[in-house]
């Protein structure tokens, strides 16, 4: 991989879980160093049984997941979570983005997990997932308009897809940790057309919408004076949306199982 020219350099951790009844718990950890300057990043988004969304923030030094062959720990009494996660399907990585100034390394850890945790004096189990994205070069200078991002999980199956639309349309999609050629991937739902396979998404609960970058960079650039100048205004003002969704795995009309999604659509333009 190519080495930094840009003076940037973020590690930013994704953790989640699922239960049965749909309730949902994102936890992010991140370190951004832009040129002398190195800011940490914590926070966790919990969505209850009624589909309300309760997020907490701190910007302090982060407690960075352990991971231990095949279990995943992360225990950070600031954020009152503690949690578990053991893999139960092979590690996926990838490199999203290259060039001379830098590059964007996707590794997930957990594709499907199955994931224990205690967050603010509650328990909860269910499918998990975990992964960590490494980047060096500026994230603006990534041919995207959008980012498609997702995964699910079932008691057989799972996917995890991302797609970066821009001047080109680049996709990857992992369907039991198997990569899969050119598949169609839509906020509403993936397939695979060489096999007849569609997961259906019924996007049935929000969990965030809106302009999250701004949001983190207004929190942050007291720490980073300067870094909202350089930043182009499409990027600083792009709108997410995070969904939880029942999914309905389909084969030729047959259904494979059910189980719970998280998939987000950022927009750039």
């Keep these: 991989m190519a080495d930094s020219g840009s003076n940037i350099n973020l590690q930013k951790w994704y953790l989640d879980c699922i239960t049965d009844t749909g309730e949902a718990f994102i936890g992010y950890l991140a370190v951004l160093q832009w040129k002398s300057l190195k800011v940490p990043y914590s926070s966790t988004i919990f ?24 279990r ?7 954020l009152k979570i503690h949690g578990q996660w053991e ?26 997990a199955k994931a224990n945790i205690s967050f603010r004096d509650h328990s909860y189990k269910g499918y998990g997932y975990v992964e960590l994205l490494q980047l060096t070069d500026l994230p603006w200078n990534i041919d995207m308009d959008t980012l ?14 991302i797609q970066i639309n821009g001047d080109t349309k680049r996709e990857w999609l992992w369907y039991n940790n198997e990569q899969v050629d050119e598949p169609i991937i839509e906020d509403h739902r993936v397939s695979i057309p060489d096999v007849g396979i569609t997961l259906e998404l019924d996007q049935s609960a929000v969990i965030e919408s809106e302009q999250k970058i701004y949001n983190t960079v207004k929190n942050l650039v ?13 990027f600083l003002y792009s709108d997410e949306t995070k969904w939880r969704s029942r999914g309905k795995l389909v084969k030729d009309n047959t259904a494979l199982g059910e189980g719970w999604a998280i998939h987000e659509l950022v927009d750039f333009k």
């Design 47 to 70: 969505l209850n049984g009624d589909s309300k969304t309760h997020v907490s923030t701190r910007l302090t030094k982060p407690v960075h997941p352990v991971v231990d062959g095949n």
């Design 72 to 78: 995943i720990g992360w225990d950070d009494r600031g």
């Design 87 to 112: 893999r139960d399907r092979p590690s996926i990585e990838a490199i999203l983005h290259e060039s001379p100034k830098g590059y964007l390394k996707w590794n997930c850890f957990q594709p499907r």
């Design 148 to 161: 498609r991002w997702g995964r699910f999980c079932s008691e057989t199956d799972n996917l995890v897809w």
């Design 222 to 234: 007291k720490y980073l004076p300067g870094f909202d100048k350089i930043i182009p205004m499409r």
